[in-house]
């Protein structure tokens, strides 16, 4: 399985060489239904257009200051607990894109 992600404008690059096709296209994004895209064939533009979903959210609670402050106590004794005091090895991804002056991507 492969995986990528789209910048602030949509634009994403996946690489699939001929031997991973034909290929399905898991597809989400948040206030969005899920889609699927099925690829036959090697593209340099496909589109992929998402329906819009509605979405329930679950009652929102408003508390008083005080309220507040005790949560932030609690939080904050909880740090040694919730945070590394350590150090440690951490893999995770990082994605950057760049935009010429005649808006395209660099």
Do not use: C, W
Not at 13 to 22: A, D, E, K, N
Not at 34 to 50: S, Y
Not at 60 to 79: E, F, H, T, W
């Amino acid at each position: 399985s492969l995986g990528t992600s789209a910048n602030a404008d949509g634009v994403f690059r996946l690489v699939l060489s001929g031997s991973r096709l034909p290929a399905t296209l898991n597809v989400s994004y948040l206030g969005y239904a899920n889609g699927k895209q099925r690829v036959t064939e090697a593209t340099n533009n496909l589109q992929i257009a998402l329906q819009p979903a509605d979405k329930t959210l679950r009652e929102v609670v408003v508390m008083p200051d005080s309220s507040l402050r005790v949560l932030l106590k609690k939080a904050y004794n909880r740090i040694p607990d919730n945070y590394l005091n350590q150090p440690a090895r951490l893999t995770f991804f990082y994605r950057e894109a760049l935009k010429s002056a005649r808006n395209e991507y660099a």
